[in-house]
């Protein structure tokens, strides 16, 4: 039975370029679960490795055995974490678990060096541009996009970029949930084995499907909790 006494702490680690505010949404009951955010880091340098980069991350986790639930990169991080500290469990959302899970798109645009001409500039300060709007609808979209793009350091987009891309990983780790949409164009549902499916839900259905997501999170958590 649930111990009401102690809750359940699970921590969320939101995705590429994008701050904690994408999980506004996610509803879960205070009574049972403790809620934190991991922000992103600025990397120390360019070629700061993702496993230093989360030993860094895990310092801000104070729970021992806590659960982890990662959106795109930040499901990731949240099992690059896992082989650093002991986790409950691992919950990806928009994300992939396995190198083959990486779209052969993005492979080529790795192997390519395609990706140096990602706009992570243009990201970086798309906040200024709202004035260039030209009408309400544009504007809108423009503060839609700066109020959850908020990770917007060149330097941090530019080592997420790379190691997104160079993220290399040939087994699939235990205790693991993925939650993954049937449209998903950023990692295609055909590429993703034994997920959780949501249809209809998109790379950005954390924002779209979160009453769904919301309910999903509390079954598979309780799930454990017998």
Same mark, same amino acid.
């Given at each position: 039975?649930?111990?009401?006494?102690?809750?359940?702490?699970?921590?969320?680690?939101?995705?590429?370029?994008?701050?904690?505010?994408?999980?506004?949404?996610?509803?879960?009951? #205070?009574?049972?679960? +403790?809620?934190?955010?991991? +922000?992103?880091?600025?990397?120390?340098?360019?070629? #700061?490795?993702?496993?230093?980069?989360?030993?860094?991350?895990?310092?801000?986790?104070?729970?021992?055995?806590?659960?982890?639930?990662?959106?795109?990169?930040?499901?990731?991080?949240?099992? +690059?974490?896992?082989?650093?500290?002991?986790?409950?469990?691992?919950?990806?959302?928009?994300?992939?678990?396995?190198?083959?899970?990486?779209?052969?798109?993005?492979?080529?645009?790795?192997?390519?060096?395609?990706?140096?001409?990602?706009?992570?500039?243009?990201?970086?300060?798309?906040?200024?541009?709202?004035?260039?709007?030209?009408?309400?609808?544009?504007?809108?979209?423009?503060?839609?996009?700066?109020?959850?793009?908020?990770?917007?350091? #060149?330097?941090?987009?530019?080592?997420?970029?790379?190691?997104?891309?160079?993220?290399?990983?040939?087994?699939?780790?235990?205790?693991?949930?993925?939650?993954?949409?049937?449209?998903?164009?950023?990692?295609?549902?055909?590429?993703?084995?034994?997920?959780?499916?949501? #249809?209809?839900?998109?790379?950005?259905?954390?924002?779209?499907?979160?009453?769904?997501?919301?309910?999903?999170?509390?079954?598979?958590?309780?799930?454990?909790?017998?």
């Amino acid at each position: 039975m649930l111990n009401k006494i102690h809750k359940i702490p699970v921590y969320f680690i939101p995705g590429l370029a994008t701050g904690t505010r994408i999980f506004d949404y996610i509803k879960l009951p #205070e009574n049972i679960f +403790e809620i934190y955010f991991l +922000e992103w880091l600025t990397p120390n340098s360019n070629d #700061e490795n993702l496993e230093d980069y989360a030993k860094r991350m895990s310092k801000n986790i104070i729970h021992q055995n806590p659960i982890l639930v990662g959106v795109s990169f930040g499901g990731i991080l949240a099992q +690059e974490i896992s082989k650093i500290i002991p986790v409950k469990k691992i919950i990806l959302i928009s994300s992939i678990k396995h190198q083959n899970e990486m779209p052969k798109r993005l492979n080529w645009v790795f192997k390519t060096h395609f990706y140096r001409l990602f706009p992570s500039r243009t990201i970086s300060k798309i906040n200024k541009d709202s004035k260039y709007a030209i009408n309400d609808s544009l504007k809108k979209k423009v503060h839609l996009i700066d109020k959850y793009l908020q990770a917007k350091d #060149e330097k941090y987009l530019n080592w997420a970029i790379f190691n997104v891309l160079n993220w290399k990983q040939d087994i699939y780790l235990e205790n693991l949930i993925h939650i993954h949409g049937s449209d998903d164009i950023v990692f295609p549902i055909k590429y993703i084995k034994n997920c959780i499916i949501i #249809e209809g839900g998109k790379h950005e259905m954390i924002l779209t499907k979160s009453k769904k997501i919301s309910a999903i999170l509390q079954k598979v958590i309780l799930n454990d909790e017998g």
